[in-house]
């Protein structure tokens, strides 16, 4: 029996359990603590980040980055449609709806001309958005520029969602840095982990000082218990804290891994028929988070999810692109702009394992479980 290659699993450096030992040993096992407070210092060093605020997940940064930004009740916030669907949850925790966006075919995220467009088109109708989430897509940055110029224009606040883009970079910049909050995710199966976390950033230090306070139950300074606001239990431990201290240590080996990766797949596979791999856009490099490609049934013998399938058979594991998220059941009553390209990428694409921690065996293993299919489907022989 062959064993499991899985799509991305955790990847431990060497340093991590002495930052668990530390927390252990000094007792900080607690959602506060020195561990934090480092956590936070250097995750703006890799990043060149102003400030940051360490919480228990991505999806509950992005809960506080929307509601500190003034999303309230009825509004409706503009957001990616081509995403996993913890990037638009929190706009409805805050009574808010989406209005999702379509991607371009040169980066796989929102379109910045379709965005335009709409806001054009908004603006004239007097029903502008409280705010643009702008996802950056399996470790690929979106062409930010024109998106935050458009965001300027109309006096709207942009919301980087990289959780899945640490360690990429926008024109030498990391994404996530850019708009007026950036998140990120330290969940088990992101770039880099604490088993599960998340990171919101900001320039403005009053921003990352009232996400720590919504952060712990909005406790008003008072020696009893003093609170005037709704807040929320969304600190991350200090010893988790510490397990992304170490994660930080490695997280450019962990890049180049992942970009090797890409680069083995594409070279083994990118001459069969009918298979084509996420471009990367020439204004930065992505992490290759996840190897994506898409595939066109016709010319390579079996559609995306036989070739799925198949390789599930051999212990595989692969997924399809994201579902758009306006496709998605519990959104079907929310407006997209535009809809084709993600519903394409959808139909069409696949995410191979892509793992760090992957050996030269496993990619192997997956090329020829590939190009077996392609045989085996067109008739024809290997040799
Ligand atoms: C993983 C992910 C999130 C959510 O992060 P969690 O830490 O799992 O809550 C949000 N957006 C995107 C694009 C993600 O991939």
Redesign the pocket.
């Known amino acids: 029996m062959n064993k499991p290659i899985l799509l991305s699993t955790p990847h431990m450096g060497d340093r991590e359990l002495e930052f668990v030992k530390a927390a252990f040993d000094t007792n900080w096992i607690a959602p506060v603590g020195p561990h934090i407070d480092a956590f936070e210092q250097e995750f703006c060093q890799v990043t060149g980040a102003g400030y940051a605020a360490a919480v228990s997940?991505?999806?509950?940064?992005?809960h506080l980055a929307l509601q500190l930004v003034g999303v309230e009740s009825g509004d409706e916030v503009f957001c990616s449609t081509l995403?996993?669907v913890?990037?638009a949850n929190p706009i409805t925790y805050l009574g808010a709806k989406p209005v999702f966006i379509d991607s371009d075919r040169t980066s796989w995220n929102m379109s910045p001309e379709l965005l335009q467009s709409a806001l054009e088109h908004r603006a004239q109708i007097g029903k502008l958005p409280k705010a643009v989430v702008l996802?950056?897509?399996y470790g690929q940055s979106a062409d930010i520029d024109p998106i935050l110029k458009v965001c300027d224009q109309y006096d709207l606040p942009l919301i980087e969602?990289a959780?899945?883009a640490l360690g990429a970079t926008y024109k030498g910049h990391s994404p996530g840095t850019f708009g007026r909050i950036g998140?990120y995710?330290?969940?088990g199966?992101?770039i880099i982990t604490t088993s599960?976390?998340?990171m919101l950033v900001a320039n403005d230090p009053q921003l990352i000082a009232k996400a720590r306070f919504l952060a712990t139950q909005a406790r008003d300074p008072a020696p009893h218990y003093q609170h005037a606001e709704i807040g929320y239990n969304y600190r991350l431990s200090n010893v988790l804290a510490g397990i992304g201290r170490g994660q930080l240590l490695v997280l450019s080996e962990r890049v180049a891994a992942r970009r090797r990766n890409f680069e083995i797949y594409a070279s083994a596979l990118a001459n069969l028929p009918g298979i084509k791999f996420m471009p990367e856009a020439d204004y930065g490099q992505a992490t290759r988070w996840l190897t994506c490609l898409t595939i066109d049934a016709e010319a390579f013998g079996a559609n995306r999810e036989q070739i799925r399938i198949a390789l599930a058979a051999k212990q595989i594991e692969t997924r399809p692109v994201w579902k758009p998220l306006h496709l998605q059941p519990v959104f079907a009553e929310c407006e997209c702009i535009g809809g084709a390209v993600a519903e394409d990428l959808f139909v069409h694409g696949l995410c191979l394992p892509s793992g760090s921690n992957l050996t030269d065996e496993d990619l192997e293993r997956v090329i020829s479980g590939i190009v077996e299919i392609h045989y085996k489907n067109k008739g024809l022989s290997k040799l």
């Open positions: 997940s991505g999806t509950a940064s992005l995403t996993f913890a990037t996802v950056h897509l969602d959780a899945e998140i995710s330290f969940n199966n992101k599960g976390g998340g």
